[in-house]
């Protein structure tokens, strides 16, 4: 008795026992945390959902899209449901719409309050696209998906590959991007002209994921541009993805609503689009 009461005294058990309760109160949350998150983990890898998650370009909002949704869903025994998304400029989300319970490849729209054009304001806005992308990878903890850009939609997630995918790429896979008029090298129609942008593009494109597939598609307006954007400024997309990523296709729309605010809408668009970007394999 007096042995124990002579070891309650000594001031490195205290010391100890102090230790062992602060380990404890931390370890019981951080237990639960973990549970929690490999509880997370097993639901992502077993989610049969692929969204498809779209961009619009500048001055474009979430209803960019709508023609060409309405579409996509003609002729087809299962309907895409839509959710739309709108990111103020502190970051704030605001929705509208909803994925059908049934539904494993909704269109997600991601538009911006700031959806001006410039180099500095498509890094906002890839920004922007981030804080949307990690709230419906929680919501919805899909393990891949994919990306679809209009004009400056397609510069948006070209930056967010290079930025911030990698935060994703162990859970979830970026199966194929598709930009539709996309001015890589803006309005330049000299290539050895590079613009800012394109040259940082060039210079992370190692950052690339290599398991990605990307397809480029440009309106064939004239034998120039689409009407806004040069063939030359869409054809840079080459030296950004060719040899970084598993394949790189470029596709040339021509015909009736080949021009640049049309290509959304365009019957060979709508027709690309079920053909290479809806494909689940």
Not at 126 to 149: C, M, P, R, T, V
Not at 188 to 193: F, T, Y
Request: hydrophobic share 35%; glycine share 6%; aromatic share 12%.
């Amino acid at each position: 008795m007096k042995k124990a009461k002579n070891l309650l005294k000594n001031p490195n058990l205290k010391w100890i026992a102090l230790v062992l309760l602060i380990v404890m109160v931390f370890a019981i949350p951080g237990y639960k945390w973990m549970e929690k998150d490999n509880q997370a983990r097993a639901q992502r890898m077993k989610s049969a959902l692929s969204p498809v998650i779209m961009v619009p370009g500048s001055s474009a909002t979430t209803e960019r899209f709508n023609q060409l949704v309405k579409l996509l869903n003609q002729n087809t025994p299962t309907k895409h449901s839509v959710l739309k998304i709108n990111v103020s400029t502190d970051g704030n989300l605001s929705y509208s719409g909803s994925i059908n319970k049934n539904d494993n490849e909704p269109f997600i729209i991601i538009g911006f309050k700031n959806n001006k054009d410039g180099y500095s304001n498509i890094k906002k806005q890839a920004g922007w696209l981030n804080e949307a992308f990690a709230a419906i990878s929680q919501d919805y903890k899909f393990n891949n998906f994919k990306a679809f850009g209009h004009s400056n939609g397609g510069l948006i997630w070209t930056y967010w590959l290079e930025h911030y995918y990698s935060d994703y790429s162990d859970e979830i896979t970026m199966k194929r991007l598709m930009t539709v008029g996309t001015p890589y090298n803006f309005s330049e129609k000299n290539i050895n002209h590079k613009t800012q942008m394109l040259e940082d593009f060039i210079k992370c494109k190692n950052r690339l994921p290599k398991s990605l597939v990307v397809y480029s598609v440009s309106g064939g307006k004239n034998y120039e541009s689409d009407g806004i954007v040069p063939e030359a400024s869409a054809a840079a997309g080459k030296y950004i993805f060719q040899k970084q990523v598993k394949s790189y296709t470029a596709m040339t729309i021509t015909g009736d609503k080949a021009d640049h605010s049309d290509l959304p809408q365009n019957q060979q668009v709508v027709q690309v689009i079920q053909q290479y970007l809806f494909r689940t394999n």
